[in-house]
């Protein structure tokens, strides 16, 4: 029927005295259900609510009501309870209806109805009569949702309380509807609403933003949740929260930095951010994926790797995101000497795992190398140290001697040193050096070169017991500072030991030259600075530090040039000095007149001594009997981690660096990419650098080429009249640094035209 003809129809029942039987009005609309309690809300009519028989948020005592239908007197209108009953169940619904149904009534009482058509049909056919059905379109049933009374609720559409849940059904049209309650779904099993709960700010979270069901409970404590509430409900979804709290939410890995420093909650909100939009940082993508809390984080960090093969072909770009990361955090130190602990378990593979990011991984680095010598190849190792640790590979990188054997020398040299061993075919080199003695000829005194140095405006450095082993360290680190070396191989005096090597100083002086005095890397390796004696490193671990304060002063020279406090700066050394004479820790046989000083790398000179042929005479009138290979005189006792006093090429050859600041990079240009030869006219190949230098010399292949220049721009080389027609690279070498690489330049032969092969 329509509504009018269900307000006739409650009207006439009204007008009846001789009525006892109650009345049913079924609506299917929130409008048509608001339009009958409005029209009937007048006069002396009572309308009876769930409210009216409930405490806050109980069900209400339907005992109560049924009471109060049987004895009160006049026009009575039920409204909500049917709602309240289809919480209960089907079963209920029905039950109660037929039971009202069923009543003698003082009074006229109507039982407005919500979308209960199903349920009024009785099975006394006689009560049908009694019901009054409304056409219309139904109102959707809402989703309730029951939430805990403590947590905030920001829609509009929301009910305090269960006793007020009925009427609000039964009067807003709504998907969703929101009650404050201390009840459960759990205690409504039958209802025929869709009923769910938000019990804790977690629930909450999920309804503000689905995407939050992504992310599971346990991830954080009811607090936490609570905390993230109160900004998502300002902000409306996690992408904008991380966005004004965090950064930007697509870049989350610049932020773990700065993550250390934040406070708890906004730590664990920096987490769940991670765990909800991930990170480009591979490694810390994985980490924020295995870690259970903020605090798991960094541990799975610093353990990022130790479930892949060093072997696999994402490895190093794996490593590489590690070791970015690792670059922005502090760990502590407990952490990562559980790291070293644990990657021990990989053997000589442990090297693949460890950075240069801390002190401990540096010193296990050295000592997995040592541990495990002989099963890295030279090559091997530079490849690995070229990510694991730059400063070392640069260390192992070649200098460009002027001479065949001192480049074989050193090279071998600081592998073994790395290694902490003397190989056979080393020592046979060592050996024989000890009686051929070549690097006199090889090598100036550096005495005769340092008087020949430009001091204009210089300002030297005087690094006590810094050897050539480090040229190619020096050479590489200049090119990252921007410093052009200028480097001169020279010998020192013998005996190798300081009191006989300052020379240099009173050139110094001569020149008006200030020059500091820097004695941390002798002090290192002799005198037990820093705790290094070989009780404590029987690993080179040393050198992790002798790479530091040689970095340190390059850094000071670089700011000083820059500043322009000074034009050049020179940087020179009295000697080197020798790892592998501690290692090799043998003393020569035989008793001598006069005891071993100096670690027993040198002794007074006799006759005795001078018939032994790794022993150099040095000094006036023989003063000094000085060992060549690296063997000691009595009593010799070791007191540190390297020695110098000895004619062994690591302890007698020395360096003088010259030092210039250049702001740009250094260009080198091919002149002539095309040369044209001839068994008469031989290929001689033009170069222009941007940046003046000198002592250039250029390698193509195997060969070194001395360039020509005049002004320190141009340059070039001539090659040999047999020169194949073919295409060339050229690495060209400034002061022994290497400024350039893989030049390429094309020979053609005069009357030919080779075929381009490429």
């Known amino acids: 029927m329509t509504l009018e003809r269900c307000y006739s129809s409650i009207d006439h029942y009204l007008n009846r005295e ?86 003698s009534v003082e009074g006229h009482v109507v039982v407005l109805c919500f979308q209960c058509s199903d349920y009024l049909s009785f099975r006394d056919l006689r009560l049908n009569r009694l019901v009054y059905s409304v056409d219309g379109v139904a109102t959707p049933k809402p989703h309730i949702i029951f939430v805990n009374p403590m947590l905030q609720v920001t829609n509009e559409d929301w009910v305090k309380g269960i006793q007020n849940l009925p009427a609000f059904i039964e009067s807003v049209d709504a998907d969703t509807l929101y009650v404050k309650t201390k009840h459960q779904p759990e205690e409504y099993p039958y209802a025929l609403f869709r009923i769910s709960e938000e019990a804790n700010p977690y629930d909450a979270l999920c309804r503000i933003d689905q995407s939050t069901e992504a992310l599971t409970k346990d991830m954080g404590t009811d607090e936490q949740w609570a905390y993230a509430l109160t900004l998502l409900q300002e902000k409306g979804d996690w992408a904008n929260t991380i966005n004004h709290e965090i950064g930007l939410y697509s870049n989350l890995e610049l932020f773990i930095n700065a993550s250390q420093d934040y406070p708890d909650a906004k730590k664990w909100l920096y987490f769940i951010a991670l765990k909800r939009f991930g990170a480009k940082n591979e490694c810390l993508d994985r980490a924020s994926q295995k870690a259970q809390a903020y605090e798991d984080l960094i541990h799975w960090i610093v353990r990022g790797l130790v479930d892949l093969d060093c072997k696999s072909p994402d490895f190093w770009k794996l490593y590489d995101c590690r070791k970015a990361l690792l670059s922005q955090m502090e760990v502590s130190d407990d952490e990562v000497l559980d790291y070293c602990r644990y990657i021990k378990c990989k053997k000589r593979d442990a090297l693949y795992y460890l950075t240069d990011s801390h002190r401990l991984e540096k010193e296990l680095i050295l000592e997995c190398i040592a541990d495990y010598s002989g099963s890295f190849s030279y090559g091997e190792l530079r490849s690995v140290l070229q990510h694991v640790y730059p400063d070392l590979y640069a260390y192992l ?361 490429l």
């Not at 039987?21 to 006069?43: L, Q, T, W």
């Not at 010998?491 to 006989?500: A, D």
């Not at 002592?695 to 292949?701: A, L, Q, S």
């Not at 893989?742 to 009357?751: A, P, Q, S």
Request: hydrophobic fraction near 35%; charged fraction near 25%; charge should be negative.
């Open 18 to 103: 001789d009525e006892s039987a109650p009345r049913f009005v079924n609506v299917e609309s929130v409008e048509d259900m608001a339009g009958i309690v409005d029209h009937y809300k007048v006069g002396e009519n009572i309308v009876l609510t769930i409210e009216k028989y409930s405490s806050e948020d109980e069900n209400p005592r339907i005992a109560d009501l049924l009471n109060d239908l049987a004895t009160l007197q006049g026009n009575i209108f039920l409204t909500g309870f049917t709602t309240y009953w289809k919480l209960m169940g089907a079963k209920e619904l029905s039950s109660q209806l037929t039971a009202i149904a069923q009543m």
């Open 397 to 757: 990188m070649p200098y460009k001697f002027n001479a065949a054997l001192l480049n074989q020398y050193f090279e071998n040299y600081k592998f073994c040193k790395l290694e902490n061993r003397i190989t056979p075919e080393f020592y046979s080199l060592v050996e024989e050096q000890a009686v051929k003695r070549e690097y006199n000829l090889l090598l100036p005194s550096r005495s005769e070169k340092i008087e020949s140095v430009d001091m204009s405006g210089a300002f030297a450095y005087f690094i006590d017991a810094m050897g050539v082993e480090f040229l190619g360290y020096i050479s590489e680190k200049s090119k990252q500072k921007k410093l052009l070396p200028k480097i001169t191989v020279c010998r020192s005096e013998l005996p190798s030991i300081t009191s006989r090597n300052k020379e240099f100083l009173d050139v110094f002086a001569e020149h008006n030259v200030q020059c500091k005095n820097i004695k941390q890397i002798d002090d290192i390796k002799h005198h037990g600075a820093e705790n290094f004696t070989l009780e404590n490193s029987p690993y080179p671990t040393h050198l992790i530090r002798e790479l530091e304060i040689i970095d340190h002063v390059l850094d000071l020279i670089k700011l000083d040039l820059a500043k322009g406090k000074y034009t050049k700066a020179i940087l020179v050394s009295d000697h080197g000095a020798s790892r592998l004479v501690v290692l090799k820790n043998q003393l020569i046989d035989g008793e001598f007149d006069a005891k071993g000083t100096h670690c027993g790398r040198v002794c007074a000179y006799t006759e005795q001594t001078g018939s032994m042929p790794m022993i150099v005479q040095a000094g006036e009138n023989d003063e000094y009997a000085v060992v060549a290979n690296y063997e000691r005189f009595k009593p010799g006792r070791l007191m540190g981690v390297e020695v110098h006093g000895g004619a062994t090429l690591e302890e007698v050859t020395v360096p003088i660096i010259e030092l210039s600041y250049v702001p740009g990079d250094i260009e080198i240009i091919v002149q002539t990419p095309l040369v044209m030869s001839s068994i008469r006219k031989p290929p001689i190949i033009e170069f222009y650098s941007t940046t003046k230098i000198d002592d250039i010399v250029v390698n193509v292949g195997n060969t070194e080429y001395k360039a020509d220049t005049t002004d320190g721009h141009s340059f070039s080389i001539e090659m040999s009249k047999r020169t194949r027609a073919n295409t060339y690279t050229a690495d060209v070498y400034a002061g022994g640094t290497m400024i350039a690489t893989g030049l390429e330049f094309r020979v053609e032969k005069e009357g030919f035209k080779s075929n381009d092969i």
